[in-house]
T-cell receptor, first 112, second 114 residues
């Protein structure tokens, strides 16, 4: 059974810092990995989708990498801003399984 | 293009009642998936519909059911509500009926069972 772990569970950093969020998964048989952002009480906003054949994706200040063989992904946020404060979730689309499997998320606070 | 919409946004129900939640996908998207989010279990997959057919189902009891209409709108029904059903219910739409396509989520329906 696929399991997804996100480390750290919570992170608080001053504005302007570059930071890395980690995601690991137990089964490398995946179609893709997707990073989401969730604001309190809200739905999920898709940030980046990495197909299993890709190594990384970039969008603005965000860069996500995927190492399928080691079961790891990282989300790099450059020059963090208070508006980046949210919970960040990673999810994998496992082959042969139903639906996305999510990690528990990293709760990120950017201090002004 | 409008995003995924869910109605109602908030619901309060009593144990034993039933509830129906609605999800309208992004125009042109044919797949709708449903997820339950709780503080303890996180996000868990309920089921996926594509072209009015349930393609996949997560590990939830039969009290949870759904359907999809010809316009791709989907409804989820929970019968005989339990306190543990209190959660944020999220639906996601994608272009085609497979998790290989990017999933776009709605704002969710917050269900409280008392």
């Amino acid at each position: 059974k696929q399991e997804v772990t996100q480390i750290p569970a919570a992170l608080s950093v001053p504005e302007g810092e570059n930071l890395v969020l980690n995601c690991s998964f137990t089964d490398s048989a995946i179609y893709n990995l997707q990073w989401f952002r969730q604001d309190p009480g809200k739905g999920l906003t898709s940030l980046l989708l990495i197909q299993s054949s890709q190594r990384e994706q970039t969008s603005g200040r965000l860069n996500a990498s995927l190492d399928k063989s080691s079961g790891r992904s990282t989300l790099y946020i450059a020059a963090s801003q208070p508006g980046d404060s949210a919970t960040y979730l990673c999810a994998v689309a496992p082959r042969g399984a139903d639906g996305l499997t999510f990690g528990k998320g990293t709760h990120l606070i950017i201090q002004p | 293009k409008a995003g995924v919409t869910q109605t109602p946004r908030y619901l309060i129900k009593t144990r034993g009642q039933q509830v129906t939640l609605s999800c309208s996908p992004i125009s042109g998207h044919r797949s709708v998936s449903w997820y339950q989010q709780t503080p303890g279990q996180g996000l868990q997959f309920l089921f996926e519909y594509f072209s009015e057919t349930q393609r996949n189902k997560g590990n939830f009891p039969g009290r949870f059911s759904g359907r999809q209409f010809s316009n791709s709108r989907s409804e989820m029904n929970v019968s005989t509500l339990e306190l543990g059903d209190s959660a944020l219910y999220l639906c996601a739409s994608s272009l085609e009926g497979h998790v290989t396509y990017e999933q776009y989520f709605g704002p969710g329906t917050r269900l409280t069972v008392t």
